[in-house]
């Protein structure tokens, strides 16, 4: 019954973050001047990267809350699902890392890091596609090639258990402090430290930053790295102190925690429209118009139908 309820809940958050996803990139294509900007290309290959796991990831996890088991029970199937989440997670991870940085770069440093040609490849698009290659590549050698093991998936474990490289201490700690602990702790100290920086400028009163160009691309940044922190930062210190310290530190809290982590791809289209004012007007200025016309089209055929009655009589 439980595992039905996590179904349910993916379910009815999955089928609007999708349409979400799309309605959001759509609206970056079409409009050039919101494409175009830097600060947006980072934020695009995000949605991008999420809407692929919306897509493609999660369904496994859901079909495995609805059996109660994996299905199909294959080693390939396995294989490609370990491969696909814990990619998919270190991308997400990174990427919101990267962002959190860069955000520094174009709000303190716009007109000498990011001005030219090659600057702009060195500081804006070679970063983001580190982030896209590194762990994939990571996750392919160690799980698909897999030279160090042969892996004993589980067919009745969520995500089939653990891949056999877990059993490799080395691998194992340059995995958990490289994909996750890493990026995580670099959103939080890079969102920190931009607040204080924001806080130092304002006491010291300098107009070199114009604020009210930089305040709804910070307030974006706060929102939806909050989204991440909320739900990875927990799960990174329980396995920290399980791994430093107590091995059976809240371990029945953590199949909970790691279940959360779910939730950011589900919610992360909705916390980036919450973001982009522009698109919200233009949708509840659709909405607004079509039950104009709802409304038009009844009162017209009421009118015809009156009219009718009115003749026969």
Known sequence: ????????????????AILLSIVILVYFVLDRRAR?????????????????????????????YYRGT???????????WATCEFSFNSIGLFLMGWISIERHFIVFHSHTL????WRKCLFHVFPIILCLILSPIFFFVFIVIS??????????????GAPC???????????????????????VLANVMLVVRVIHQ?????????????????????IISSLYVAFWLPVSITLLVQITADPSFMMN?????????????????????????ELTKKILRRITNSRSNVVEAMSGNRNVRVGIAITRI
Not at 5 to 15: N, R
Not at 149 to 159: I, K, V
Not at 204 to 213: E, G, K, N, T, V
Not at 253 to 277: A, E, G, K, R
């Open 1 to 16: 019954m439980y595992e039905r309820t996590k179904f349910l809940s993916m379910i009815i958050l999955e089928i609007p």
């Open 36 to 64: 175009s900007k830097l600060k947006n290309h980072g934020w695009i290959v995000l949605l991008l990267s999420n809407f692929l796991q919306l897509i493609i990831n999660l369904p496994m996890p859901m079909s495995y």
């Open 70 to 80: 994996v299905w199909p029970q294959t080693n390939s199937y396995c294989t490609w």
């Open 114 to 117: 990011l001005q030219g040609y």
């Open 147 to 160: 030279p160090l093991c042969t892996s004993d998936w589980d067919f009745d474990l969520l995500g089939c």
């Open 165 to 187: 490289y877990f059993g490799e201490y080395f691998v194992n700690q340059f995995d958990f402090y490289f994909n996750l602990l890493v990026p995580t702790f670099i959103i």
């Open 202 to 222: 304002k006491v010291s009163r300098q107009r070199i930053i114009h604020w009210r160009q930089h305040r709804r691309m910070i307030l974006q940044l706060w």
């Open 253 to 277: 809290s953590l199949t909970v925690m790691q279940f959360l982590t779910y939730l950011i791809p589900l919610l992360l289209p909705m916390m980036c429209l919450s973001t982009l004012p």
